[in-house]
């Protein structure tokens, strides 16, 4: 998971200063319109609305936005109807990888995607190839540096956290979706910043990648994310902190 874990700060570090801050606003409110439509406008009683507006209060997206989003999935504004899709299939080396979409258009979607796992050395899989390896967890990343790692584990378990793992630069917290907001709580209230905190789907086994596959991989992880219809990227691969942040730099 370290592999995963490092590109996510890094990805979340440069999206609060990145050039391409519209893209991204754009992404949580198409995200927060879809979990409108899906589970209602109330936040309160829609768990995926909560979290998604939660993530767009931390990248800044101003609060006008947040609550036009949210009136056109309960179609009180007129607005596009976006369509969820799951594709999955393997990256350089064999990586397992997820792409989760939010599109108005599937034929399209599915040909960038396709393009793309093709163009840096990987292939679409059918549905159900790679899921399995992949279980839904919520994740709080947390550099060495802002706590005391005896403090941390005390904190996190009695809150209700399943692990703290050390993966080399920072703790990391992993726990059921269902615990996600209240460890974070504990953990704010405790004073002890973290690098990010999202609900994410977490590999159960990795691949160590090297060289020429893993510049591969980063790559085709960077492009795909950066597709304006994807919502998130998962895979399993683990690769040396100092490649990741050199390709991610």
Known sequence: MSGHSKWAT?????????????????????????????????????PRLRTVMLKARDANVPADNIKRAIQKGTGELPGVSYEEVGYEGYGPGGVAVLVEVLTDNRNRTVSEVRHLFSKYNGNLGETGCVSWMFEMQGLVSIDKAAVDEERLLELALEAGADDVKDEGSSFDVTMDPSVFEQVKQVLEKAGISYSFAEITKIPQSTVQLEGKAAEQMLKLLAVLEDNDDVNAVHANFDIDDEVIERMGS
């Open 10 to 46: 890094i990805k979340h570090k440069k999206a609060a200063t990145d050039a391409k801050r519209g893209k991204v606003f754009s992404k949580l409110i198409k995200e927060i319109t879809v979990a409108a439509r899906l589970g209602g406008g109330d936040a309160a009683a829609n």
